[in-house]
């Protein structure tokens, strides 16, 4: 999930921002979907003639239909992310840092709906911008943190990634355990079914070996589940490096800024999006947690930032 939170004109923010909103939109359709499948194999075990042969069918055609969504998927979050480094870059380089072919040809790739969906976005902003105006009260010692470093793009763009790192850690690892439970919820209703169920099953030669390959689907959904909450767990752990990396020196060279930012770009564009009720649920405790940290960055004289832009 990306969270948009613009101070400034940036047109590629509202295209990448969108296309992660997309990506995670199709996502939780295709995980519907796979309940679904879950559902009709699970029914399977009662059903037997034209109701059993009916139900694979179902099964199998959503199953289909969830591995096209799946690479679409991974598609839009790998266009989403590349489209992020060049508005990244250019934040913190400025216009000298825009490879503006490259741009142009991502834009293009991502489509008319996103093209269109993005300028509506666009309009809205500047709208908004022109009928309330930013008042930054409250937020000025961010503010000046950031001016600091005004003409030292490297050391912005690495307190962007600072402060990246530290939501993403947090909400990698809420994500982690909310998924880790929803698993074992399945795994326990599954595991209740079947032994409930099959001790009743008259044996059918017949239906054997449907049965048999529902239960391999199955097994492939959980353990998909599984997949995904894992790289939850491992992406939080990355992140988390990051963030103790960042923090803990005051002086980072060019070619360990890019690694840390090839690193950062790698991780959003693996992991599962954050699901928009985790971040609901825990961005005021994060954004307190991080307003207690800001406060020891700036004393220490170490790097800061203004505002979450993280996936």
């Not at 490879?99 to 809205?124: F, M």
Request: hydrophobic share 45%; aromatic share 10%; glycine share 2%.
């Amino acid at each position: 999930m990306m969270v948009l939170k613009l101070k400034k004109f940036n047109e590629l923010a509202f295209y990448y921002n969108t296309l992660l909103t997309d990506a995670a939109s199709l996502a939780n359709q295709r995980k519907l979907l796979l309940y679904c499948v879950l559902v009709c194999l699970i029914a399977s075990l009662y059903l037997t003639k034209v109701s059993l042969y009916g139900t694979s069918a179902i099964a199998l055609i959503l199953q289909i239909i969830t591995m096209f969504m799946d690479q679409k998927i991974k598609a839009k979050r790998s266009l989403a992310v590349e489209i992020q480094k060049h508005s990244m870059l250019m934040d913190f380089f400025g216009a000298k840092a825009a490879n503006q072919p490259e741009i142009e040809r991502l834009k293009i790739k991502a489509g008319l709906s996103i093209y269109n969906q993005a300028k509506v976005k666009r309009e809205l902003f500047e709208k908004e911008k022109n009928e309330k105006p930013i008042k930054e009260e409250g937020k000025s010692s961010n503010l000046k943190e950031n001016q600091k470093y005004d003409d030292k793009p490297n050391k912005k763009l690495l307190s962007k990634i600072h402060e990246n790192s530290y939501w993403n850690n947090n909400l990698y690892n809420f994500s982690y355990q909310a998924s880790i439970n929803l698993v074992a919820i399945v795994i326990f209703l599954i595991f209740i079914v079947l032994v409930t169920v099959i001790p009743n099953i008259k044996l059918d030669t017949d239906y054997t070996i449907i049965r048999l390959i529902f239960t391999v689907m199955s097994f492939g959904i959980i353990y998909e589940f599984i997949e995904a909450t894992l790289k939850y767990q491992n992406s939080s752990k990355v992140m988390k490096d990051l963030d103790q990396k960042i923090s803990s020196v005051s002086e980072i060279n060019e070619q360990e800024i890019l690694s840390i930012f090839s690193t950062y770009l790698l991780i959003i564009s693996t992991t599962p999006h954050i699901p928009k009720a985790i971040y609901i649920k825990y961005q005021d405790l994060l954004n307190a947690g991080w307003a207690s940290r800001l406060k020891v960055i700036n004393e220490s004289s170490t790097l800061s930032v203004n505002d979450y832009e993280g996936v």
